[in-house]
């Protein structure tokens, strides 16, 4: 519906862009380079923060960093670029769409966002019991990029996605492949991200939300390809029991985190406490104790034995290369601002399809 609605504008007649749309659009690319580019932008705060339907949920282990106020090493350049660029894709995705339902007469469709800009946030207590689990409600909260009216007026939730042809590929394959690896590879991803949304709306009476979107451009090539997301309650139950495990060892991590600062002499409640020292060991108590995801893999391969292969500071030469083709998921590492804690002296080579590799020899 989404992709074919653009595709149809833009093969068509076109439609004048009102100022009111641009501006908004433009606006929220100035929002995005301004978080990225600018002095205040995020470098590592030590706020403690709990998960949320995007970022941190895919990996608890990442959650218990954040949940410590572990310094982060901040986001590098190229997921700076990366970040940047899915917000434009946002925008521009999100005004061809507003384009295209206007050129049609049916912009009522379009819930959110709102005329000005203003997205669907969503704040809401799943209660486990609704799944059939015990356990006290968990709370949850998070801006959806775009809602419309389905099928029947029902409260249909999108998010916009940017994406490598590699990535693009996988996923355009896998709307006709029930069966194909893109399903489990995301489904404490992208997908776990639409379900959460979806689960948050229900519970806020905002319909009986059935189905959902994921909608991708792919950088390479525009293309533009959506995928459905239909509601299910085994899944959605298993992300409940995901939560619960997280929510359980954050407050684990949170008594740990005081025990520490108040040895060391801060105050434990000062989100911004500690320092290298009360990291170093607030970090030894997270990998004793809160394993890394299994596609945060440990399997490390030697590359480039005779001739060399290209390493990321531009040189050529014997390196280890995490492999990634054991464990592709391991890839989300890249958007983490504590790879260095579980992935020390890597760095990643832009190749057809990019891989980690470090500086150094193998032996050195």
Not at 147 to 169: I, M, P, T
């Amino acid at each position: 519906m989404i992709t074919n609605r653009i595709m149809e504008y833009l093969e068509g007649p076109g439609r004048d862009v009102d100022l009111e749309q641009l501006t908004v659009a433009t606006g929220h690319i100035r929002a995005s380079l301004q978080r990225n580019l600018g002095v205040d932008r995020d470098t590592g705060s030590r706020k403690v923060r709990l998960p949320r339907p995007s970022g941190t949920f895919a990996c608890p282990r990442r959650m218990i960093f954040d949940a410590l106020g572990l310094e982060t090493e901040g986001y590098g350049w190229r997921a700076r670029m990366t970040f940047t660029h899915g917000d434009m894709t946002e925008a521009m995705g999100v005004l061809l769409f507003r384009q295209a339902m206007a050129a049609r007469g049916e912009s009522d469709r379009i819930i959110s966002p709102a005329a000005d800009g203003e997205q669907l946030h969503l704040s809401a207590m799943l209660d486990p019991a609704d799944y059939g689990l015990t356990g006290a409600p968990i709370h949850l909260q998070g801006s959806v990029d775009m809602s419309l009216k389905g099928h029947g007026d029902a409260e249909e939730l999108v998010d916009w996605k940017s994406s490598s042809r590699y990535a693009f590929q996988n996923m355009q394959a896998a709307i006709t492949d029930p069966d194909h690896k893109w399903w489990k590879k995301e489904e404490r991803g992208y997908i776990a991200q639409v379900r959460l949304y979806m689960m948050m709306a229900r519970k806020l009476g905002r319909g009986p939300q059935d189905r959902g979107y994921l909608v991708f451009v792919c950088k390479d090539t525009g293309h533009v390809a959506e995928c459905a997301i239909e509601r299910d309650d085994v899944k959605e139950a298993d992300l409940i029991r995901v939560l619960l495990w997280a929510r359980e060892n954050i407050e684990h991590a949170h008594e740990r985190r005081a025990i520490v600062l108040e040895g060391a002499g801060f105050n434990e409640l000062d989100s911004d406490a500690g320092n290298a020292e009360t990291d170093a060991v607030l970090e030894d108590w997270t990998r004793k104790n809160i394993p890394r995801p299994q596609w945060a893999t440990d399997s490390i391969k030697h590359a480039g034995a005779s001739r060399g292969v290209q390493r990321p500071d531009g040189t050529k030469g014997p390196c280890l290369e995490i492999d990634t083709n054991a464990t592709p998921n391991s890839w989300r590492c890249n958007y983490c601002p504590h790879t260095a804690r579980c992935f020390p002296d890597f760095a990643v080579v832009a190749l057809s399809k990019p891989v980690w590799r470090t500086n150094n020899p193998p032996n050195k």
